[in-house]
């Protein structure tokens, strides 16, 4: 589906509010102004394949301040889509990652079970992070915030006959 | 009164006490809440950023169900669920190839949503449906003296703009103030972002986002920081260790759910307000209130 | 009817026309129509041979219709009625087919415009004979004018005109003429003291006879058209006798209430309810606030302002004047206001110290303003670091779309002032596009960035008082990524100026209804048209100039007060202006007095005459809209030009080809 007021990148002011107010731009390969100018260069491949849409946090200060009204964080979420589809993530980015197991939680139970979320996580990208966070997560296991359990909804075939119908609908129109 | 309520999965796990001092607090105040059947997760951030158009279906789901359980409101305490229920009712109606999508997702199971259900942040319930009058009149412990930070996190009144302002939203501070505390009305980190999910993916992000978070609750001198959001709740007050572990600070600033505090505001007792789940301890918040 | 001898004329414009219709065709089925004697095609026939053909053949082919197909009648209308009478036809029996807007304009389909053409054009032919010769009316002008506002643009338009002899009111609503630019400190890019170039100005305005200064005054009414308008003006109450007050102003420094926030000095300063705005005031009196005198607020006081005013010019009885003035036209020329910078609640202006408006600055830095003209900060210490925020709530979709033109220039010359005052301050400039487009403006800036002033291209992101850093503690911190190097700084700075817009005023919608002109989307007052006629409005009669029609600088102003003055004055330098004939007529025998059409009429350009128990048309007022026409249910009134059976033949012409 194509952004909302996607045709509003043309009119990109260059000015950088929405980099100054990004709060990870710090980290990114390419800021989200120049995202915007890479769009229009024709060379948006260089950004999909870089860490920048993968360290977006989704805290919309872009999208409120930007003068020209483009919804930087939406298509911040259309590259990681696109990036996902064509398999373009940067190997060592781990959000792609968590966003897949995440879904994939979403889909079995219905709900996200945050335990397993951390758990896959932990398995698959970062063995690191048992090391650091179980003090944590022990404290947390002790106050009864990380059920062991999931939660499976009656209507969690409703979400895979969604998604199905949805794929569908998507290799159809192609 | 009487509202839908969409917990969100959070409230399931690490939110836990989010949940249940909601509860608690709306007990207090005479409204009853009635879990949402049957919901399934929002899909927040992630599912945005695999299928766009399953993202939009699956919160639909949500509010499908709310309609068939006759009713046209949902109370939503978390910010990221605010945002993507709202989000979705935004994108429906201003891009019709999005409803006749959802609609056909959703007519696959029986079910159809016309986008007319509205979501409803939990502040916002409090301040402009229960009314400040109300919430006062109900207070027994009046919060005389406490230095409160509101710490709205980014997503409560960004991209949607609905109730409050997206820079420099007051819901919350107006709450408190109508308990009596001392509300830090210019702690404009406010609605700066906590890293939410990227705590577990991009640690060093999140740490120093939490880092300059804690740092302006230190500068305005703040006794506690209270959050509307299971995510900037966790990092902020969970991986507050971390923080000082990362940056050598000594950071020991209580994180509560605002329902917490609020809770502890109109007289349930602490216990019920899940306040022993706290990581950092939120004994000096106790100490100064009333008993 | 007597057989008529029709003469066709179809432009080609260039390729405007020609370029989609066939215009060799089109001629030459004019050629065929009944009536039509000649039919001609030409390149442009709003040149001087094109206009030629149309009297050659009127005088020598004996042509007594004339039809001309080409551009809209709003370009060449007059064009070429002219023509028409300097060949020796009456004007009005030459009509316009518009097949340029109506036609080539709008399509690229060779073959539907060409038959598109050909149907525009048989209207007109079809209901030439029925053309009957029409004279213009001429209605007396009332020679004087009247400007309303008291800025540099209204001033300037007054001494102009007074200058040529004619008189001239001069409505201002506060109680000193001067406006925002006696605010300004110095101006770009001569840095001039903006008091020091207006006040001789104000001085001659204040001064010449052909000027009626009616200051502390505003229009509450306007009726009437071109050449006669009657507007109503209500002097408000000073609560002194104008005649009286010499302007010693001892009445104000007595005055015990002594904490209005001035609106002079941008609320910076209190000035008392007795007061004079500032000292060059024109004209030089003390006004009373109603709003704030204990006495006019039913409160006790023991009236010090009394005992302290020698010449005895208080009077608390005083009341509001109505005056009804007749002037033949008016000058616009109410300025604008600053865009408050509250809603872009991501700069905290109005909640952090220390974060001021353009206007604020003027003040500060402004030698007889509330600090001196020493640039302090709210602690009165002076600031060792500032950032200047261009396009604060302007070029955004969020507030303002367009650019006010004006603020990178006076942005630069605040960076100059606090250079020239505190050559030790270090001076950020954070903006998108550096706009110095004006004669000496890229010389301007070339001269601040010759004064170490740093330019950091990136719009700011955020004003923040959060310190992450030692630097940072106590200090104002400005978010900003500097684009050129692609790195987001945080600039610890102790003063923030936000350089913000320029804003229509808030009742600038309302004040043109009451004149009878209309605004743009923008919100400023529309001119006539944005290249050709940029200080006339739609309304004849009515000028306007300065920023009340778009922000501009203080030489585009000047410049601007000039032409409207000229407009003006080649109005009211006539003894009358001629008013076009396809007006409205009410037969007085047929009318049955109901007085639905008077109600109706949009410029209130008829009225009930009880003697003949008839409505009558105001010919001077009618504009020809036929709304009256339309709305009587006896078919009374007729607009001339544009009977019923004309336009019934202009349909039956559309539809035969």
Not at chain 2, 169 to 175: A, K
Not at chain 2, 210 to 239: F, I, S, W
Not at chain 3, 415 to 431: F, M, S
Request: net charge negative; aromatic share 8%.
């Amino acid at each position: 589906m194509a952004m909302p007021s996607g045709e509003k990148i043309k009119i990109c002011q260059q000015c950088g509010t929405c980099t100054g107010s990004c709060p990870t731009s710090y980290l990114m390969d390419y800021g989200p102004r120049e995202v915007i100018a890479a769009f229009r260069a024709g060379m948006i491949d260089k950004v999909v394949k870089s860490n920048t849409i993968w360290l977006c946090t989704s805290c919309y200060y872009c999208t409120v301040r930007c003068p020209a009204g483009i919804k930087i964080t939406d298509l911040m979420y259309e590259l990681k889509r696109m990036a996902i589809k064509y398999d373009l993530t940067p190997k060592t980015s781990r959000n792609p990652a968590m966003t897949k197991i995440f879904v994939d939680s979403v889909r079995k139970h219905g709900r996200n079970h945050e335990v397993e979320l951390m758990a896959k996580f932990m398995l698959t990208k970062d063995w690191s992070l048992p090391f650091k966070f179980w003090q944590l997560g022990l404290k947390l296991f002790t106050a009864g915030r990380m059920p062991l359990t999931a939660t499976n909804i009656r209507g969690r075939e409703e979400l895979e006959k969604i998604s199905a119908y949805l794929e569908a609908q998507e290799a159809n129109a192609q | 009164m009487k509202y839908l309520y969409f917990p969100g999965c959070s409230a399931e796990a690490t939110g836990k006490a989010y949940d249940i001092s909601t509860r608690a607090m709306m007990e207090k105040l005479g409204v009853e809440l009635v879990e949402l059947d049957d919901w399934n997760c929002c899909g927040a951030t992630s599912y945005f950023s695999v299928r766009e158009l399953d993202s939009f279906a699956i919160a639909a789901r949500n509010l499908a169900i709310a309609q068939e359980m006759g009713d046209d409101e949902v109370c939503v305490i978390c910010n990221a669920c605010y945002t993507t229920l709202a989000k979705t009712n935004r994108y429906m109606a201003e891009d019709p190839r999005i409803f006749e999508a959802v609609n056909g997702a959703l007519g696959a199971v029986g079910r159809s949503y016309d986008g007319k259900v509205k979501v409803r942040h939990i502040v916002d319930i409090l301040v402009n449906d229960i009314g400040l009058e109300a919430v006062t009149e109900r207070v027994s412990r009046r919060l005389t003296g406490l230095r409160v930070a509101p710490y709205y996190g980014c997503q409560f009144s960004r991209p949607m703009g609905s109730f409050d302002d997206v820079q420099l939203p007051t819901t919350m501070d107006r709450l408190f103030e109508a308990m009596g505390a001392d509300v830090i009305t210019d702690f404009d980190a406010k609605t700066d972002c906590c890293g939410g999910m990227m705590m577990l993916t991009r640690e060093d992000a999140a740490l120093r986002l939490c880092h300059e978070l804690l740092t302006a609750a230190r500068q305005y001198k703040a006794d506690v920081l209270v959050a509307a959001c299971p995510l900037c709740e966790m990092n902020l007050e969970g991986y507050q260790p971390r923080v000082n572990k990362t940056y050598g600070t000594d950071f020991n600033i209580p994180v509560m759910y605002f329902t917490q505090l609020a809770g502890l505001a109109l007289g349930a007792d602490p216990k019920q307000l899940a306040m022993e789940k706290q990581v950092v301890s939120c004994d000096p918040v106790l100490a100064a209130i009333p008993a | 009817m007597a057989e008529e001898k029709i003469g066709v004329y179809i432009c080609h414009c260039g390729t405007n026309i020609a370029g989609t219709v066939d215009v060799e065709e089109v001629t030459r089925w004019a050629a065929e129509q009944p009536n039509v004697a000649i039919a001609r095609e030409y390149k442009y026939m709003c040149s001087d041979p094109g206009q030629d053909l149309i009297k050659q053949d009127i005088k020598e082919n004996g042509i007594t219709r004339a039809v001309v197909a080409a551009c809209s009648p709003t370009m060449h209308e007059p064009t070429f009625r002219k023509a028409a009478g300097d060949g020796g036809l009456n004007p009005y029996l030459l009509q316009m087919a518009n097949i340029r807007e109506h036609c080539s304009w709008v399509t690229i389909d060779h073959d539907a415009a060409t038959e598109k053409a050909k149907r525009i054009l048989g209207a007109q032919i079809h209901r030439l004979p029925l053309n009957v010769p029409l004279q213009p009316i001429e209605v007396p002008v009332n020679p004087n004018v009247m400007v309303v506002g008291g800025g540099i643009a209204g001033i300037e338009a007054a001494l102009k005109l007074a200058a040529t002899g004619k008189k001239v009111y001069l409505v201002e609503r506060d109680p000193s003429i001067g406006g925002h630019m006696a605010m300004f400190d110095k101006t770009f890019p001569t840095l001039d003291c903006a008091a020091c170039i207006l006040t001789p100005k104000m001085s001659a305005a204040g001064k010449e006879p052909n000027i009626e200064m009616l200051a502390y005054s505003e229009v509450t009414q306007v009726d009437g058209y071109v050449g006669n308008f009657k507007v109503k003006v209500k002097k408000k109450a000073r609560f002194i006798d104008t005649d009286k007050c010499t302007g010693c102003a001892l009445c104000t420094e007595a005055c015990v209430v002594r904490k209005v926030p001035s609106e002079f000095d941008m609320g910076l300063s209190k000035r008392a309810a007795a007061y004079i705005p500032f000292p060059q005031a024109v004209p030089l009196r003390a006004t009373i606030d109603p709003t704030r005198c204990l006495t006019l607020t039913g409160k006790k006081c023991k009236q010090p302002c009394v005992a302290a005013c020698g010449p005895e010019a208080i009077d608390f009885e005083q009341k509001d004047e109505e005056l009804e003035l007749e002037v033949g036209a008016i000058i616009m020329a109410t300025g604008f206001q600053l865009w408050d910078p509250t809603p872009e609640t991501r700069y905290s202006y109005g909640k952090l110290d220390n974060v001021i408006s353009s206007l604020e600055f003027e003040r500060i830095s402004n030698a007889s303003g509330p600090t001196g003209g020493h640039i302090v900060c709210k602690n009165g210490e002076a600031p060792k670091s500032v950032a200047i925020l261009h396009c604060v709530g302007s070029r955004d979709d969020n507030h303002q779309e367009f650019c006010s033109r004006v603020c990178c220039m006076y942005s630069l010359k605040f960076a100059h002032l606090i250079k020239e005052h505190l050559p030790e301050t270090e001076v950020y400039e954070c903006y998108i596009d550096m706009r110095t487009y004006g004669k000496g403006y890229e010389e301007f800036y070339k001269r601040l960035m010759n004064e170490s002033v740093h330019f950091i291209r990136g719009r700011a992101a955020e004003v923040s008082a959060v310190a992450l850093s030692p630097e940072e503690q106590g200090e104002l911190v400005v978010k900003v990524e500097d684009t050129l190097l692609g790195i987001t700084r945080r600039l610890p700075v102790d003063m923030v100026i936000l350089s913000s817009g320029l804003a229509p005023r808030a009742d600038a919608k309302a004040t043109s209804q009451i004149f009878g002109f209309g605004c743009s989307s923008n919100g400023f007052f529309l001119e006539r048209h944005p290249k050709l006629e940029p200080v006339s409005t739609v309304t004849d009669g009515i000028f306007i100039a300065g920023c009340c029609q778009y922000p501009k600088d203080i030489p585009d102003t000047v410049a601007q007060a000039g032409a409207a003055a000229a407009g003006a004055l080649a109005l009211v330098d006539n003894a009358t202006v001629k008013v076009e004939p396809t007006i409205s007529y009410i037969d007085p025998e047929k009318c049955s007095g109901c007085h639905i059409c008077v109600g109706l009429c949009p410029h209130a350009a008829i009225q009930y005459n009880a003697e003949k128990d008839a409505a009558e048309v105001i010919e001077a007022a009618c504009k020809g809209c036929g709304v009256c026409v339309a709305a009587c249910g006896s078919g009374v009134p007729q607009q001339r030009g544009y009977l019923d059976e004309q336009i019934f033949a202009e349909i039956e012409g559309a539809l035969v080809v």
